[in-house]
Nanobody
C-alpha cells in the first residue's frame, strides 16, 4: 500500500491550496497531518472510509475541508484563508483497520511522504 501527497506550494496569507493524496491499496479512514518546524505532527483533518463523517480540530475548522473520491482512491484537502501558522509539511495517512476514531492519531498507521506548504504574511 502506498500514499502519495501533492499540491503543496508557497502562498500569501489569505490564499488557498488544494492538496491531493493518491492511495494505492485499501485503507479505511484517512487523514491529513501537518508538522510545523520545531513542532510535533498534528492531525488537521480526517474522513471516514464511506465519506460520511469528517473531523477537524478547531484550529482549522471552517477553513480546511477534507473530501475523498473513492472511485479515484484519492483524498483531498481544500485549504482556505491560509495563515502563516499553517506553514508546515502536510502528510496524508491511512488506517488499515476499521477499529478506531477519526480524531485519534494512533488510528493511522500508513504514511505518505509530505508536501510542503509555506504561507507568507
Amino acid at each position: 500500500v502506498q500514499l502519495q501527497a501533492s499540491g503543496g506550494g508557497s502562498v500569501q496569507a489569505g490564499g488557498s491550496l488544494r492538496l491531493s493524496c493518491a492511495a494505492s491499496g485499501i485503507f479505511y479512514d484517512m487523514a491529513w497531518f501537518r508538522q510545523a518546524p520545531g513542532k510535533e505532527r498534528e492531525l488537521v483533518a480526517s474522513i471516514s472510509w464511506d465519506t460520511r463523517s469528517t473531523y477537524s480540530p478547531n484550529s482549522v475548522k471552517g477553513r480546511f475541508t477534507v473530501s475523498k473520491d473513492n472511485d479515484k482512491n484519492t483524498m483531498y484537502l481544500q485549504t482556505t484563508e491560509l495563515r502563516p501558522d499553517d506553514t508546515g509539511v502536510y502528510y496524508c495517512a491511512g488506517a488499515t483497520t476499521r477499529y478506531g476514531a477519526l480524531w485519534q492519531p494512533a488510528h493511522y498507521s500508513s504514511w505518505g511522504q509530505g508536501t510542503l506548504v509555506t504561507v507568507s504574511s
